[in-house]
C-alpha cells in the first residue's frame, strides 16, 4: 500500500474508532472525493479482518492481499448499474441474502455499497432492516457525495463520517510519487483537481489535459477578428462528439451492459447510457471553459501568476488578458453560464457553441 | 493438461456441478468449472456459486497433469450432445481446450486457475453419518416450511442439530413449523446445531438418493456432506434460530387419528372455492364427523364433510389450506393425528414417531 493511502488512513477518524473497538456497524463516508472514502473503506476493511495481529493491517496476508484486488468473498461491492444507474432492490436483496450467511473465510464480512444514494426507494427500504441490525460480525459502508439524496431513516441508522478535500500540495505529492507525474504537469494537475485525488487521477485517466489546452487555444482563438465562428463550433463540436463516442466504448461492461439479471439492455437504455456520457463530456468542456474564462479574468484584474488555475499558461495569457473592463469579462462568464443552460434545455450544441462563440468575441474583440 | 474418460460419467458429474455453476456478474470465472488432473489418475472438477460448492473426483486416465478452468454450461452440453463411448480432453498452456469424443472435436476457450476461488478448507470438523435416503426424507419434510421472508432471514433455512444421537430438522415461517426428530446411530457425545440455507437444501434434495451413505461434516462456518466421490460444502445462515420448542403445545385438550388420504382430498376439494383474496377453511369437529366449509363471496360457498372417530364436544377452528396440504403432501402414513385445545390456539398434526407441525388457527369471522 502506498504510503499516501496510508496516511490518509492513519489521519481518519475510522482509525481511532477501530482503535478504540467501539466500531459501529453501519458508515456513512460523505465528502466530494470518491476515491478517499473508497480507499479509507479498503483500509477499514483490512482494518477488520487483517489476519495478522500487531499492526492494524499487514497489507501482507491473503486477506489483505485478497481485499486489496477486490477479490476477497467476504468483501462484497455493491454499485449502480444498467441505464438509470440504479441500485435495484434484486442487488439490495443479494446482498443481504450474502450478509445473512455465515462468512466465507470465517472471519468478519464488510459491505461497501458505492454510490450508495442511486439506492431507489425500495432498494433503501429494504435495506433499513440491514443496515440497523446487520448480523454478527458484519459491517456496512455506504459511500456517497452527501447526505440529500438519501432516505432520512436510512442517514438515521449510519455513523456519518465527512472526508474533506486535501491541500493542493498532498496532490501533488501523490501525482509525483504515486502515479510518477512530471512535477510541472503534477503542479497544473493539482491546481485543476482542487484538492480531491478522484479529479486528478481522471486527468491522468484520458487525455483531458491536452483536451484542455485544446480548449484553451480555442478561447484565445475567439479573440482574432478574422476566425471564423461558425467553422469553429463545428470543428468543437465534432471533437465533443469524438471524444463521447470513445468515452462510450470506454464505459466498464457493469455499468453498460449490465442489468442485475445479466440480461443487455435494450437499446433505448443504450441510448440513455450513451445520451449521459455526451451529457457529462458537455459539462467537462463547459466546465474548463469557465475556469479559463476566470484565469483570464483574475490575471486582467491582477496580473498574479500565482492565483491562476491554469497556471502554466500565463504566457498565452499575459499576451490577452490586458486592458478588458471587469463589466465584459464578468458578461463573457455569465454567457458561458447561459450557453450549458441552454444546451441543457436541449439546444443543438453546435447552435449554443455557436452563439456563445459570437457574444464572446463581440465582448472582447473592439 | 490432458486425460481420457467414460463421457457418462463425466457427463453425470458435470449434470449436477450446472446447479451451483454461476450465472454471477461480479465475478465472471464463476461460470467456469475448475478442471484439476492430479498426477495420481484423478480428476476433481469443482463448482462453487460462493454459497454453495460442489467437487467430484473422478477416476481417469491421465496422460498429462495439469489445472484449468473451461466453460461449465458449455463443457456439459458438449458431453451431453457428443457420441462417442470415451471422452478425451487436452488443455495447452494457454488454456485453449480439444475435446475429443466419437468424430467430433471442440475447442473450448478456457482461463487460468489462479483466480478462481478454492473450496474452504474445514477446520475443527465434527462428522456424522447418515443414509442418504434417510437425511433427503428428513429434509423433504420440512424444507417445504421455510420461509422466503428476506427480513427474518435465520428463517430462510431448515435448523438441522444432532444431540444425543438425534437428529432433529425444523423449519417454521412464523404461521407453521414443521418438525422431524430421528433417532439415529450418531455419537451421541456430538452435539451440533446449524442453519442450512434454502438454496443448498434444495441442491441437496437433488443429489440424495439411495442407500449411500452421507457423511456430514460440521464447521464452524461451513458445513460439508460428503456422498462415495462428491464433496457437497455450504455456507450456514448466521445467527439464532428462535426457540422451536417453545412453539409446540405440549399438552393439547382432543387427539382426533384421521385417514390421511381422505382428509387431504376433502381439504382439496372445499379449498376450490378459496381464491387468492380469502383463503379460509371452517373444519368443523361434532361427533363422528369432521364438516369443512369455505365461503367467498366473489364465488360462492363449499361443504364436504367425512366420518371420523371423535367423542368431543363440538368444535370450529379455521385453517388456510394451503399450509396444511404442504404438510399432508409429504406424508406416507395412512392415518395422521390431529391435536388441538380451541380455536384460536394451534392445531398439531402428527405422524408417525417423529413427525411434527404445528399451524396457527386463522380468525374465525
Not at chain 1, 501482507?60 to 485478497?66: I, S, V
Not at chain 1, 463521447?244 to 443504450?270: C, F, H, W, Y
Not at chain 2, 369432521?290 to 371420523?308: C, F, H, Q, R, Y
Not at chain 2, 364436544?313 to 396440504?325: E, G, H, M, Q, T
Request: net charge negative.
Amino acid at each position: 500500500m502506498s504510503s499516501i493511502k496510508y496516511e490518509l488512513w492513519n489521519r481518519s477518524l475510522i482509525r481511532r474508532v477501530i482503535d478504540s473497538g467501539r466500531v459501529a456497524h453501519a458508515y456513512l463516508f460523505l465528502g466530494p472525493d470518491q476515491q478517499k472514502k473508497i480507499w479509507t473503506a479498503i483500509s477499514m476493511a483490512k482494518a477488520l479482518m487483517c489476519s495478522e495481529t500487531g499492526a492494524f493491517f499487514c497489507d501482507q496476508c491473503p486477506t489483505c492481499k485478497k481485499i486489496n484486488s477486490h477479490n476477497h468473498p467476504d468483501v462484497l461491492w455493491l454499485r449502480p448499474s444498467g441505464a438509470r444507474r440504479e441500485i435495484k432492490i434484486e442487488m439490495a436483496r443479494s446482498i443481504q441474502a450474502t450478509l445473512s450467511l455465515k462468512s466465507y473465510e470465517g472471519g468478519k464480512k464488510v459491505a461497501i455499497l458505492i454510490d450508495a444514494d442511486r439506492m431507489n426507494t425500495e432498494a433503501a427500504n429494504s435495506m433499513l432492516k440491514t443496515i440497523e441490525e446487520p448480523a454478527d460480525n458484519t459491517y456496512l459502508i455506504l459511500i456517497a457525495a452527501d447526505v440529500e439524496r438519501f432516505l432520512p431513516t436510512i442517514v438515521s441508522r449510519c455513523q456519518q463520517v465527512y472526508f474533506p478535500l486535501e491541500d493542493r500540495s498532498s496532490i501533488v505529492d501523490f501525482l509525483a510519487s504515486e502515479c510518477h507525474v512530471e512535477p510541472s504537469r503534477a503542479e497544473v494537475i493539482a491546481s485543476l483537481a482542487y484538492g480531491n485525488y478522484s479529479e486528478a487521477i481522471k486527468y491522468l485517466d484520458d487525455d483531458r489535459l491536452e483536451w484542455r489546452e485544446y480548449i484553451i487555444d480555442l478561447f484565445f482563438r475567439i479573440f482574432h477578428s478574422e476566425t471564423d465562428i461558425f467553422e469553429l463550433a463545428e470543428t468543437c463540436e465534432k471533437r465533443i462528439i469524438d471524444r463521447a463516442e470513445l468515452s462510450v466504448k470506454n464505459i466498464p461492461p457493469d455499468q453498460a451492459g449490465a442489468t442485475p439479471d445479466g440480461s443487455d439492455l435494450t437499446s433505448m437504455e443504450r441510448a440513455s447510457v450513451e445520451k449521459s456520457v455526451f451529457n457529462e463530456e458537455v459539462s467537462v468542456f463547459f466546465q474548463i471553459l469557465e475556469l479559463c474564462c476566470r484565469d483570464f479574468i483574475i490575471y486582467n484584474e491582477t496580473g498574479d501568476a500565482e492565483l491562476l488555475v491554469n497556471s502554466d499558461k500565463v504566457e498565452a495569457l499575459s499576451r490577452y488578458a490586458r486592458g478588458f473592463s471587469m463589466e465584459r469579462l464578468l458578461r463573457c462568464m455569465v454567457e458561458i453560464g447561459n450557453a450549458f443552460k441552454a444546451y441543457q434545455g436541449n439546444t443543438k450544441l453546435q447552435f449554443v457553441l455557436e452563439i456563445l462563440f459570437d457574444r464572446i468575441q463581440q465582448e472582447l474583440v473592439a | 493438461m490432458h486425460f481420457i474418460c467414460e463421457r457418462s460419467v463425466l457427463n453425470e458429474a458435470l449434470h449436477i456441478l450446472q446447479n451451483v455453476v454461476g450465472t454471477n456478474t461480479t465475478l465472471p470465472i464463476l461460470s467456469n468449472i475448475l478442471v484439476e488432473v492430479s498426477d495420481k489418475k484423478e480428476l476433481t472438477l469443482t463448482a462453487t456459486n460462493l454459497e454453495v460448492g460442489i467437487q467430484f473426483k473422478l477416476d481417469v486416465e491421465v496422460k498429462d497433469q495439469g489445472t484449468c478452468t473451461l466453460p461449465g454450461r458449455k463443457l456439459f452440453e458438449m458431453t451431453k450432445e457428443m457420441a462417442g463411448e470415451k471422452i478425451e480432453i487436452e488443455v495447452s498452456s494457454d488454456y485453449i481446450g480439444i475435446i475429443k469424443s466419437g468424430n467430433a472435436v471442440f475447442r473450448l476457450m478456457g482461463l487460468s486457475s489462479d483466480e478462481y476461488p478454492r473450496l474452504p478448507r474445514l477446520d475443527k470438523v465434527h462428522t456424522a453419518k447418515l443414509t442418504a435416503s434417510v437425511l433427503r426424507d428428513l429434509l423433504k419434510k420440512t424444507a417445504y416450511a421455510i420461509s422466503s421472508d428476506e427480513a427474518r432471514y435465520v428463517l430462510n433455512g431448515v435448523y438441522f442439530i444432532v444431540a444425543k444421537g438425534d437428529v432433529v430438522v425444523v423449519a417454521t415461517d412464523g404461521r407453521r413449523l414443521a418438525m422431524v426428530k430421528k433417532k439415529t446411530e450418531i455419537d451421541p457425545n456430538l452435539d451440533a446445531g446449524i442453519i442450512l440455507p434454502a438454496k443448498t437444501v434444495n441442491e441437496l434434495m437433488r443429489i440424495l438418493h439411495g442407500d449411500i451413505e452421507v457423511e456430514i461434516l460440521f464447521s464452524e462456518t461451513q458445513v460439508g456432506f460428503k456422498l462415495a466421490n462428491m464433496l457437497m460444502i455450504s455456507r450456514l445462515i448466521e445467527g439464532k434460530f428462535p426457540n422451536y420448542d417453545q412453539v409446540i403445545p405440549k399438552k393439547t385438550k382432543e387427539s382426533v387419528v384421521i385417514q390421511k388420504e381422505e382428509f387431504q382430498n376433502i381439504i382439496r376439494r372445499v379449498s376450490l372455492i378459496n381464491t387468492g383474496k380469502s383463503n379460509l377453511v371452517k373444519f368443523r369437529f361434532n361427533d363422528g364427523s369432521l364438516t369443512l366449509t369455505a365461503s367467498n363471496p366473489d364465488v360462492g360457498e363449499a361443504k364436504d364433510d367425512m366420518s371420523i372417530e371423535y367423542k368431543g364436544d363440538d368444535f370450529v377452528i379455521a385453517f388456510n389450506p394451503v399450509y396444511l396440504l404442504d404438510a399432508l403432501k409429504i406424508l406416507d402414513d395412512e392415518q395422521i393425528n390431529f391435536e388441538f385445545s380451541e380455536s384460536t390456539a394451534p392445531g398439531v398434526l402428527k405422524s408417525g414417531d417423529d413427525f411434527t407441525y404445528v399451524i396457527m388457527p386463522m380468525k374465525l369471522r
